[in-house]
């Protein structure tokens, strides 16, 4: 809603208060202002002119040399473009010096050979936007009315000098839809009364119901529907300050009839049409719901195909209207137009909604219709046009309305107690405050048995229950007086293990230089169970809006590998990704998607790029085990983890391994098969995921710390001749089985595959480490336990080089 604080002055006070703080302070009362717009910002110098006379220019067919009067002694000649420029006409003028919208400076300058001494502008020079100019300007200058002073302001005659607040409002809030309803508002912020239009206007002795009958065929949709005729009417343009006042609420300005509509529409928030009654040819309105198939062209020239739910305004023959949307075309407004019927209504906010989204035309008039009139306002609407087209179009208006009332006008009523505002807001307001604040708001307030009777009016339909009025009184009173204090419990809120374990997941990935990522639950069909852990029932929509987001994804890895995709294609050619989110496997008892939580990571590129050391070191499978490891670790649950190599469509078959669990399959890690690689435009890749429901949900015992050992540990080194084909983590597992609790760590350190080895050979050196921490070993005792290994290892044929 963009609100004209020139007009809005009309109806409330708001001298000695500054745009800025006038924005603040209805900021601070609920209803946000996103911008405060200076419609003269950075613009000075320009004044209204007047073309004595036009010449061609000698030197180019377009250009036109103009001599105008702008308030000296002496003509200026100024050389213009504009096709509508001519003798006689007031015009807008930038003086040399003069400042424009979007950092222009006006200069003496000469065209073609001819001296211009400034600029005759258009609205859009001016700042306007084009598709508020009227249309008979909209290609050139603007014309300012005859009686313009030469020299005046200029900006000030527009309406220029003036600030417009931008208000955001939200859904409930259409109130504030119209500038009795903001004046409203900030009549009740500044302790302000509120000017309402006087309406008065003389009627001739013919009736409306004589000339025009009307009929209501669904009063469930249509309770109230008035009409107003006006004879003698004069279609022109609208007097100035009528168009600026419209521009300045973002619209166009068309003719004096169609622009008191759209007047209306934003002084009093209630939509309202303007029929030609020559036009309607039957002398009556019958409205009713469309036959199925029924066409009707609005007023935008489209040709629309109604069905029977919708509803229409028809002469009782064909439509002439869409209820609540946009008026027909074969009824509008003309030149030719000499008697006008005004239709004031209220239409089923519903009903309009439906018909809206039916045909795909949204207007400000269906905006208001769905989110709900005044009721109290149809009437006066209707009264405040006829004066209006009285006033500026020279219409003789038509004794009395034709009219058809079911509308419940009641106001609600809302009883509260001021305790339960108090014990709501954590406040102790006192009742002379709730009461001064109800009355500022204009609600009918009586204080009763220590109860609050509100008849709240009915512009304010948002306000149904006692908490609508608790906020009511919040908003007013001042959010920022509302006290900080911590709610009285005797409860202490923390996380449960699952969400601290989370965390500590979400702290391992982001520690190993990770970056999270979110991506998209929907995926594919066919790329929906692509690298899941476990294949289930895909869920699919019903309604997908394309088939790459119809299914409920088992894995979070393809769109994981996407986002790398997306990275690499943009140049940054190392990517290190997370996701924690769930994956949706079959469906539960209630028929609703199981979802499952995992954890999925993408590694490309570098892992380490320090240059200045000469230290690079390419992603390859041991760094996302390693992160995998990390995990684990800092779980807890390193002694139950395993790693089996596997193979998997999708990923290398050399280069993969499932995760277990206690024996149980609860991750991947791989590295992304070659074609995939290439399908995805990626190099070398590797992907893991983990059921971090399954790992987070596992039993843990209680971490216990260790002292630093006292005593020194010693260790072996061996090197084993194994079948290629063997895991090293086997003989890791035959080693620390081997039944001596002498032992505390054994790792890897070497593998060698040369040509020295036999074919299907390779060489995997183990390095033990021996330690009591209770004394220092003996050399024998090492020895000892140290051939237990060696025997073990022997049983179970692997070979000592």
């Known amino acids: 809603m963009l609100v004209s604080l020139n007009w809005l002055a009309q109806y409330v006070d708001i001298a000695g208060i500054a745009p800025q703080e006038l924005a603040e ?64 006409q007031k015009v807008i003028v930038a003086r040399p010096g003069a400042h424009l919208p979007g950092g222009i400076k006006i200069k003496k300058a000469k065209l073609r050979g001819q001296e211009s001494n400034g600029m005759i502008c258009s609205l859009q020079e001016l700042g306007v936007e084009s598709r508020l100019v009227p249309k008979a300007y909209a290609e050139g200058i603007y014309v300012l009315p005859a009686d313009a002073v030469p020299g005046s302001d200029a900006l000030e005659l527009l309406g220029l000098r003036d600030t417009v607040l931008e208000l955001g409002l939200t859904p409930n809030r259409s109130d504030a839809l119209s500038m009795l309803g903001v004046a409203y508002e900030v009549a009740a912020i500044l302790s302000q009364e509120v000017k309402l239009p006087e309406i008065s206007y003389t009627t001739s002795t013919e009736k409306a119901t004589d000339k025009l009958k009307l009929r209501v065929e669904d009063t469930s949709v249509n309770p109230l529907y008035a009409a107003k005729v006006v004879n003698n009417v004069k279609v022109a343009e609208s007097p100035l300050w009528l168009q600026h006042y419209l521009m300045a609420s973002g619209v166009r300005p068309h003719n004096n009839v169609v622009d008191i509509t759209n007047y209306i529409l934003m002084e ?22 469309a036959t199925e198939g029924e066409k009707v062209t609005t007023l935008d020239d489209q040709e629309r195909t109604l069905a029977a739910h919708n509803y229409v305004i028809t002469n009782g023959k064909e439509p002439v209207a869409v209820a609540g949307v946009m008026g027909g075309a074969n009824s509008e407004v003309s030149e030719a137009t000499t008697t006008v019927v005004i239709e004031s209504a209220y239409f089923a906010g519903s009903s309009v909604r439906r018909t809206s989204k039916d045909l795909g035309l949204r207007s400000d008039s269906s905006a208001r219709f769905e989110k709900g009139v005044d009721t109290n306002r149809v009437l006066p609407a209707a009264e405040r046009a006829a004066q209006l087209l009285a006033e500026l179009a020279g219409g003789e208006v038509l004794e009395g309305t034709v009219l058809v009332d079911e509308l419940d006008k009641t106001p609600a009523r809302v009883i509260v107690s001021p305790d339960f505002v108090n014990a709501r807001l954590g406040m102790k307001i006192s009742l002379e405050d709730m009461l001064s604040i109800l009355h500022r708001l204009k609600f009918d307030v009586e204080a009763a048995n220590g109860m609050l009777i509100i008849d709240v009016p009915t512009r304010r339909g948002d306000i149904k229950i006692e908490e609508d009025i608790v906020e009511e009184i919040a908003r007013m009173y001042g959010y920022d007086e509302i006290p900080i204090t911590l709610p009285a419990s005797d409860v202490v809120g923390g996380l449960t293990a699952y969400q601290a374990k989370r965390r500590i997941v979400r702290s391992v990935m982001e520690g190993a230089g990770l970056y999270q990522a979110v991506t998209y639950s929907l995926t594919s069909a066919e790329a929906s169970q692509k690298f899941a852990l476990k294949a289930e029932e895909t869920t ?31 140049q940054i050619d190392s990517v290190a990704l997370y996701e924690i989110s769930s994956v949706f496997l079959g469906q539960t008892a209630d028929e609703l998607p199981l979802e499952e939580e995992h954890l999925a990571l993408v590694l490309t590129g570098k892992w380490t790029d320090n240059a200045w050391q000469g230290e690079k070191k390419n992603v390859d499978f041991f760094v996302a085990k390693g992160i995998i490891e990390a995990v684990v670790a800092k779980l807890g649950l390193t002694a139950r983890i395993s790693y089996v190599k596997t193979t998997i469509d999708g990923l290398h078959p050399g280069r993969t391994a499932h995760v277990l669990l206690d024996g149980e399959v609860v991750g991947l890690i791989g590295q992304l098969h070659p074609a995939e690689q290439k399908k995805a435009g990626v190099k070398e890749t590797y992907v893991a995921e983990l059921n971090l429901l399954a790992i987070l949900s596992a039993a843990t015992e209680e971490l216990v710390y260790t002292p630093v050992p006292r005593f020194p540990a010693m260790t072996r080194d061996i090197a084993l ?42 060489s995997v050196a183990f390095s033990l480490t021996y330690f009591d921490p209770e004394r220092t070993l003996t050399d024998e005792e090492v020895v000892v336990a140290h051939n237990k290994v060696l025997k073990a290892l022997a049983t179970a044929g692997a070979e000592v080089r």
Not at 547 to 561: A, N
Request: charged fraction near 25%; charge should be negative.
């Open 25 to 88: 302070k209805i900021t601070r009362s609920g209803i946000e202002v996103d911008a405060v717009i200076d419609r003269s910002a950075g613009m000075t110098n320009v004044v209204v002119g007047h073309v004595v006379s036009k010449e061609k220019h000698p030197e180019a067919d377009k250009l036109n040399v103009c001599q105008v009067d702008v308030g000296e002694e002496e003509y200026q000649q100024i050389v213009c473009g504009a096709p509508n420029v001519d003798a006689g």
């Open 540 to 570: 699919k929509l019903l309604m997908p809006i394309s088939e790459e987001r119809s299914t409920l994804r088992q894995s979070l890895i393809p769109h994981l590998v996407e986002a790398a995709a997306y990275n690499v294609a943009r």
């Open 268 to 289: 009093y928030g209630q939509p309202l049409h303007a029929f030609d009654y020559d036009k309607l040819a039957t002398g009556e309105i019958v409205t009713r719901h």
């Open 721 to 762: 001749e194994l079948d290629r084909t063997m895991p090293a983590g086997e003989i890791v597992s035959i080693i620390k089985g081997a039944g001596t609790k002498l032992l505390k760590d054994v790792q890897v350190f070497d593998v060698y595959e040369g040509e020295k080895m036999a074919a299907g050979k390779k």
